[in-house]
């Protein structure tokens, strides 16, 4: 008889946890998988994958009016709420099926139940306990949002995938992905959007170049953005709410949205009863094998609060599930993760920033270009694409490459392998560019950038 239930018993059943069942099941291991609310995590039920449907909804408008420049004729148009959320519902319930069916495949158990760890090799899911030689945490994240004055009439990101009624106005909390991109969604959308944040630039980590441009542009779209502001308070009024800023302005609004970001999914989950050890923020704390304080219990994805990526948990996923039973499990690394923005236009970007390069290399060289996409030369449309290229001078190795433009993320993931692969910017000058795309200026650009006042001016 086994000593313990399962080889493998996964808390979570987001991307990490998935991947981490499914390969574990494959290598041999008996395998349990708890999930208390639904397969796919946050990316697909409230997170990636609708963001991404509700961004391409959110473009019409703006396809719409392009048309004209090139011979179209575009008859009224209308957009209905209602039409949007049940086609995403469908989908969405399709992947959860999906999900469902290849732990099944493999023979994976699944609890669609809360499931809390009891000791090191232990786990309650409601009245059962069951054992497991190795417990896997990939809980994810929830969006927070503190305690404040009418803080109970704000929204967080979840709830904008279920709203009865698409609002008039929105005032928006927050300059991170996620504020970003629900501003950008819901202003193509036809919403009147006023959009927070108290620093002074959007999009904190990011290249200085991307975070100004980026500004200019959601401004020429119609965005509303207050820097150096945050939510004081919320009043509830007949038609809505009115946000108090701290600068002392105000904004009414049919909705307010509270989007700083998302904390682990930790309160509760009997940790305590492992030894598991947290970060001041509920981050589980790991090794570079992702094995928490409690050698039995490893944790992946948002929970352990590194990079907050759908792709780098599957990644940490599939390596603890490699490493624990016999898989090739190469050693994980966080260099060169391409990442992009939803944001109109869209942000796409890989390795590090100028600053970050700066601090990592010393003297770089700096190629810069901005230009009005092609397709605008008919549409009339005012937008301008921005790509940047960042060398270091002493191995010529291109250290960072960023965009801001449409398919940015597109174009990224392409750049990534050459980054991942260690190209110089002489290998990028080799390379034969297609024409006419937006791509090839990423091989096209040969002069160094020298600074020039008011090259950025403010945003």
Not at 440 to 458: A, L, S
């Amino acid at each position: 008889m086994p000593e313990y239930d399962y080889d493998f018993f996964v808390i979570g059943g987001g991307s990490g946890g998935v991947r981490g069942a499914r390969i574990a099941a494959a290598l041999g291991a008996r395998v349990g998988l708890a999930e208390e609310k639904y397969l796919g995590g946050t990316c697909v039920n409230v997170g990636c994958v609708p963001k991404k449907l509700f961004s391409y909804a959110s473009h019409f408008h703006e396809e719409f009016e392009d048309a004209a420049g090139f011979g179209w004729k575009v008859g009224e148009s209308t957009f209905d709420w209602a039409t949007l959320r049940k086609n995403k519902d469908v989908e969405i319930e399709r992947l959860n099926r999906i999900y469902g069916r290849i732990l099944e495949r493999v023979d994976v158990e699944i609890f669609p139940a809360r499931a809390v760890v009891e000791g090191p090799h232990s786990v309650r899911i409601g009245q059962r306990v069951v054992s497991a030689r190795h417990i896997l945490v990939a809980v994810g994240g929830r969006p927070w949002l503190p305690k404040f004055e009418g803080s109970e009439h704000v929204l967080v990101s979840d709830d904008l995938f279920a709203l009865d009624a698409l609002p008039k106005s929105l005032v928006i909390a927050g300059g991170g992905y996620i504020a970003c991109e629900f501003a950008s969604i819901f202003t193509g959308l036809g919403v009147h959007v006023d959009l927070v944040y108290r620093g002074d630039k959007l999009l904190r980590g990011f290249d200085e170049d991307i975070r100004n441009h980026l500004a200019r542009e959601m401004r020429k779209k119609g965005v509303h953005i207050h820097f150096n502001a945050a939510f004081e308070s919320v009043e509830k009024t007949a038609d809505g709410v009115k946000v108090h800023l701290t600068d002392g302005e105000h904004c009414p609004a049919e909705a307010a949205l509270f989007a700083v970001g998302r904390r682990p999914y930790v309160a509760g989950l009997g940790l305590d009863k492992a030894g598991v050890e947290l970060a001041e923020n509920g981050a589980i704390l790991v090794d570079e094998e992702f094995r928490t304080t409690c050698p039995s219990i490893y944790a992946v994805g948002d929970v352990i609060d590194r990079v907050q990526l759908t792709p780098v948990a599957l990644a940490e996923g599939m390596y603890v599930a490699r490493k624990l039973f016999g898989g090739p499990a190469q050693q994980l690394s966080y260099d060169n993760i391409a990442t992009a923005v939803f944001t109109h236009p869209n942000v796409g970007t890989v390795g590090l920033s100028e600053a970050d390069a700066q601090a990592k290399y010393g003297k770089l060289r700096l190629y810069k270009s901005t230009f009005k996409p092609m397709k605008h030369t008919l549409s009339g449309r005012d937008e301008k694409t921005f790509m940047k290229l960042i060398v270091d001078d002493a191995t010529d190795r291109v250290v960072g490459v960023h965009m801001v433009g449409p398919d940015a993320g597109e174009i990224i993931q392409g750049i990534a392998v050459a980054l991942t692969c260690g190209a110089t910017k002489a290998q990028f000058d080799a390379t034969i560019g297609i024409h006419p795309t937006a791509a090839e200026e990423f091989v096209t650009m040969r002069t160094e950038w020298v600074p020039q006042p008011e090259t950025y001016p403010g945003v």
